[in-house]
């Protein structure tokens, strides 16, 4: 079933993505020691910066200091979320671990941009999705048949790179107590994908909310994507689609609704 962010599944995601940001951020204390002194890891390569030729001493862990997350109360939305301050430091490491110099003009307001893109980027965590549906028209002269809604493009990140996936899902519901606006079921897909996802577990997520909260007759979830994950490096297969699919109530009970779903889906595409 339809996890709410505040649930228990919901707060173990997010605190699993806590303790691995303490744990980058811990490791970023230790590099901010050494930016400030001036020492440059000798793994790093940077060519826009004197080069260190000098082998970094180690730093004990012991002496790092703790990352201010590390200590702090988790509080509704913090959830062990670090500082905007302490986000921007990990994209400076980051750009430093790709081989770049975070001082440089063309980069200096790069860390200030990405915490603010990942605010739009990963806003999903921020929604609840079972409140985007909770508006319903009843006034729809007894409607109860089919309502699809395709093509709904979206853009999510994978959770193993956090690299992006984008596609189209499509959703069909049959209503039994009204309907909800159509724009809502784009939320709902938004909600999601702004997260850091998989297709298979985003698609599931669509589908458990619309049965939970609509109670229709049955919801079918239709997403097709690419993964630059697999384009861009990896296995580096650029078009390739993946197609997942969830059906509850009729749509899983009857395989003539799945025909049905499909063929609305894939009607007048040729
Ligand atoms: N099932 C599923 N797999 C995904 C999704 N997004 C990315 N992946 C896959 O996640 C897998 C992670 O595999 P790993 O072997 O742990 O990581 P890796 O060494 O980077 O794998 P390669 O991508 O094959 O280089 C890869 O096969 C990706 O293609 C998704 O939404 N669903
Ligand atoms: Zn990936």
Not at 51 to 66: L, W
Not at 164 to 189: D, E, W
Not at 211 to 235: D, F, N, T
Request: proline share 6%; net charge negative; glycine share 8%.
């Amino acid at each position: 079933m339809y996890a709410k962010p505040d649930s228990t599944t919901m707060k173990s995601r997010v605190a699993r993505a806590g303790d691995a940001m303490d744990a980058a951020l811990k490791s970023l204390s230790y590099r901010s020691v050494e930016a400030e002194e001036g020492r440059v890891l000798p793994m790093m390569r940077n060519d826009n910066a004197p080069r260190a030729e000098a082998q970094a001493p180690e730093i004990a862990p012991e002496i790092a200091p703790e990352p201010a997350s590390a200590t702090r109360v988790p509080e509704g939305l913090a959830l062990g979320r670090p500082s905007r301050e302490e986000a921007e430091a990990a994209v400076r490491t980051l750009l430093r671990w790709a081989g770049d110099d975070p001082n440089r003009e063309g980069l200096r307001d790069t860390p200030a941009r990405v915490v603010k893109a990942y605010g739009q980027l990963f806003g999903g965590y921020d929604t609840d999705a079972e409140e985007l549906l909770e508006r319903v028209f009843e006034e729809v002269e007894g409607y109860s048949d089919i309502v699809l809604v395709r093509d709904i493009p979206f853009y999510s990140h994978c959770e193993h790179h956090m690299v992006p996936f984008m596609g189209l899902a499509h959703i069909a519901y049959y209503p039994t107590k009204g309907v909800v606006g159509l724009s809502k079921l784009a939320r709902v897909v938004d909600t999601f994908a702004r997260r850091l996802q998989t297709q298979e577990t985003m698609t599931a997520q669509i589908a458990d909310v619309i049965e939970s909260i609509l109670k229709p007759r049955g919801v079918a979830v239709l997403v097709e994507a690419e993964h630059l994950c697999m384009a861009m490096r990896g296995v580096q297969k650029a078009g390739v689609s993946t197609i997942t699919s969830q059906f509850r109530g009729a749509f899983k009970n009857d395989p003539n609704e799945q025909v049905r779903f499909l063929t609305l889906v894939r009607g007048g595409k040729g």
